[in-house]
């Protein structure tokens, strides 16, 4: 039978050869092939006034981004309502105060309006995300801080290798986060990355990711460590690891061939489904982004049978997410309307994206699709 998953990492010999490379040389924790990483990720995006600061998750990159906001205990940050559990978490972690927006229906990104209907006194920070293959608008985001005096923290999980308006997603927001988790567009296995405007704050990074010791990265980077350190401030066990960088770096080299693949995955889905009239396909014509998953939208009074179906002709689907106020933790958070969120929700299905993914393949996936929605009209 068919076994499409949903997510598949682009694993080959030259991961495998890294990661045992590492393993080998023996040193497992942050050490050279963690500065490598780094630098990679700098030259790779052209980073002029950004530092690159690894870490264990994209969690703990959110995580440290807000400690390095200097936001107070209790302060408000508004993200939407539509977005990952680990914004949410964060934001909590961090002593403040999640306040939840609505999204926009073309690009089921953050709305602008909605984020400055909602801010008041407590406010100090926005967290704007881009979802799957499109991007927010960082534009009116950047002018509202502005206005506000607020800090923005951009949740670039899911946008790595994209470019916004000419420019490299991380090379122009306040704070950026990359996740490179198992599914992710490249993965460390587990890793995530927090760029930061300042060496003032990378220092605080580099402090916090290490349970607060404040060793030089630069001797940890030879694969050694000091014994002379000092400890003057909070700290978490944050820090990413040897064999997690050296398996990034080999994703990395492959970049071009992750971008160009997805992208014609992408373009092949939308042209084999935009002609169903139940199922909506994302406005976009995929020249700037590296997708990192493809979704459609169908009648909420569909989902359900639809994904049955799907997964009867061997082929997963995922429901990219559970709104943030549908869970008890967040359930009474601060909110604007969420007309949209709520509407997106019960319609949203995330279809199987791979790098380097056949055409048989997605045409067998968009074949299982049409042949679910002519059986229902």
């Known amino acids: 039978m068919t ?12 991961e495998l050869l890294a990661v045992r490379e590492s393993l080998e040389v023996g040193w497992l924790g942050m050490g050279k092939s963690v500065g490598e990483f780094e630098e990679a990720i700098s030259a790779l995006l052209g980073l002029q006034d950004r530092y690159v600061a690894a870490v264990s998750t994209g969690h703990a990159a959110l995580h440290l981004a807000i400690l390095v906001a200097g936001l107070e205990e209790g302060s408000e940050i508004i993200t939407p309502a539509f977005n990952n559990v680990a914004d949410f978490q964060a934001i909590t972690a961090a002593g403040c ?15 602008p309006k909605s984020v400055e209907n909602l801010i008041g006194p407590n406010t100090k ?3 704007t995300m881009d979802y799957f293959c499109c991007l927010a608008d960082h534009e009116a985001i950047a002018e509202i801080a502005d206005r506000y005096g607020l800090r923005v923290i951009h949740d670039a999980a899911h946008s790595f290798g994209s470019t916004y308006k000419g420019k490299m997603i991380g090379t122009f927001s306040d704070l950026c986060m990359f996740s490179f988790d198992p599914v992710k567009t490249i993965t460390c296995i587990d890793g995530g990355v927090l760029l ?10 580099r402090k916090m990711r290490l349970i607060g010791m404040n060793q030089s990265a ?4 030879e694969n050694q460590r000091a014994w002379n350190f000092d400890v003057d401030g909070l700290g978490y066990r944050y820090h990413l ?9 080999a994703q990395l080299a492959k970049m071009p061939l992750i971008t160009k693949t997805r992208q014609l995955s992408c373009r092949l889905y939308n042209n084999l489904l935009r002609n169903i009239p ?8 995929f020249v700037d982004v590296t997708p990192f998953l493809y979704y459609i939208r169908v009648p909420a009074k569909y989902r359900d049978k639809f994904r049955a179906h799907l997964t009867a002709n061997g082929i997963d689907t995922g429901v990219h997410w559970q709104p943030g106020h ?8 601060r909110s604007s309307s969420l007309k949209v969120t709520d509407k997106i929700s019960k319609e949203i299905v995330s279809l199987p994206l791979h790098s380097n993914m056949s055409e048989e393949t997605v045409e067998l996936i968009a074949s299982a699709v049409n042949g679910f929605f002519s059986a229902a009209s």
Request: charged share 25%; with cysteine; hydrophobic share 45%.
């Open 278 to 285: 139940e199922v909506t396909v994302p406005a976009s014509d």
């Open 3 to 14: 076994n499409i998953p949903v997510f598949k990492p682009l694993i080959e010999e030259e």
């Open 125 to 127: 920070a926005i967290i």
């Open 241 to 249: 690891s040897n064999p997690h960088a050296a398996m990034g770096l």
């Open 218 to 221: 630069t001797k940890m980077y």
């Open 97 to 111: 105060k999640p306040v939840f927006c609505d999204i926009l229906e073309d690009t089921l990104c953050i709305d």
């Open 196 to 205: 930061v405007r300042s060496e003032e704050e990378l220092s605080q990074v």
């Open 326 to 333: 549908h869970f008890s933790l967040f359930a009474n958070v």
